[in-house]
């Protein structure tokens, strides 16, 4: 038996019923459904609609069809065409027509947006510990290879020599702003839609300020009319986490750079790489590719949603049953990728002599600039003259670092015979001591901010 078939004549065709259904999807939500109809009975009896004997029995049988769901021995029956029809069905089965009174005053409509907050206010604080593990990682690692030096880049060339320490952190604070982000988001979702009922509010007198603390929401919604039509807050997490993914797709794509061959800077454990069905040398980065292209997913669930919404006309719209499969999916790739990327980072070897190998002269030239700024040269001037260097040593096919002086002298005689203390890359990356540098004064400084994040 359905909630709405009293003005139907005729059974719904099969495959109608089929794609109409949420039941395949939605019943993620039982635990909420039954903690929001519990407060619901509550709020009813409050207002006088039931009384206090028959909100005890709803209430305890609401627990008993919770405690089926826990057990997972909930049987669920092809006329349950979704969440809400389920848990009312089963709770008349256990308390009889009595169930029939505790959808008095209540929509589906307003029902499942408060379910779907619910849902989001227990299971964010999941992604945020997940989040939080994966940076303490980065910070393990930053701590485990101070004083590792590696050739930064910018267009995927060399730029500058920077601390390895510094480049796992780098990685670190795009995901505490996805922290951030997260919890300005919860503060939006905990706004009670319940009491709004289809879209134009309850006409029995209840306490929706009451109802909202009950459930543990900040508020309840000023507008019927928005409360149930407002999903704002599911392409917000779905924003987020195609921004988390974002970040970690981006982190993938430079260990699966510096763990081939051309690099070499990092090896995977055995128990973090794949093999290759047909090459037996093959040491495949297949968990981080996995999490670059899961990233993809996670940019499309956040495009069709948003492109589901733009559209509709106000209050609830059953385009809006769409809002559950990218944010349970969403979630559930985070929930999946990041412990695991979080593993495989602690036990990623790394091969210091060969990043430092990398740091050549060239590598240097900025350095080799700021010498001709520090002797009364504008710096415009010094990058010009130093870019002649770089050009007179390719064509004398020699390193930058053994350039003769008089080539050097050539170009301006202000350049001296200390200008070959430049070519120390320590003595580059310990000049980089202000806040946010990569001088390992600053890292430190840099660490510890980053633990007080946590």
Known sequence: MTLWGGRFSGKMDPEAWALNASIGFDYRL??????CSQAWAKALQKAGILTAQECQVLCEGLISVGNEFDRNNFVFHPADEDI????????????????????????????????????????????????IGFQKTLIQRAEEDLGVILPGYTHLQHAQPILLSHWWLAHFWPLHKDRQRLAELTARIRILPLGSGALSGTPYPIDRTWLAKELGFDAPAPNSLEAVSDRDFAAEFLFCAALIG?????????????????FQFFELTDAFATGSSLMPQKKNP????????????????LAGFLATLKGLPSTY???????????????????????????????????????????????LATD???????????????????????????????????????????????????????????????????????????????????????
């Open 30 to 35: 039982a635990p909420q459904d039954i903690q």
């Open 286 to 301: 297949d968990l981080f590719e996995l999490a670059r292209g899961k990233s993809g997913a996670l940019l499309g669930y």
């Open 368 to 454: 080799l600039a700021d010498y001709l700024v520090l002797k009364g040269i504008p710096f415009r001037e010094a990058h010009s003259l130093v870019g002649k260097a770089v050009a007179r040593a390719a064509e004398l096919r020699i390193p930058l670092n053994q350039l003769p002086i008089e080539e050097y002298q050539t170009l301006n005689p202000t350049f001296d015979a200390q200008v070959y203390e430049v070519f120390d890359p320590d003595q580059s990356i310990a000049k980089r001591a202000s806040y946010g540098g990569t001088a390992e004064s600053a890292v430190r400084v840099q660490l510890k901010e980053a633990k007080a994040c946590l």
């Open 246 to 262: 974002s970040h970690l797709s981006r982190l993938s794509e430079m260990i699966i750079l510096f763990t081939s061959t051309e």
């Open 84 to 131: 809400h029809s389920a848990v009312e069905r089963r709770l008349g089965e256990l308390v009889g027509v009595l169930a029939g009174k505790l959808h008095t005053g209540r929509s589906r409509n307003d029902q499942v947006a408060t379910d779907f907050r619910l849902w989001f206010m227990e299971n964010l604080p999941e992604i945020d510990q997940a989040i």
């Open 317 to 363: 719209d059953k385009d809006l049953q769409e809002d559950k499969v990218p944010v349970f999916n969403s979630f559930d790739i985070l929930i999946s990728i990041l412990p695991v990327l979080s593993k495989a980072l602690q036990t990623i070897k790394i091969y210091p002599d060969r990043m430092r190998s990398r740091v050549d002269a060239a590598i």
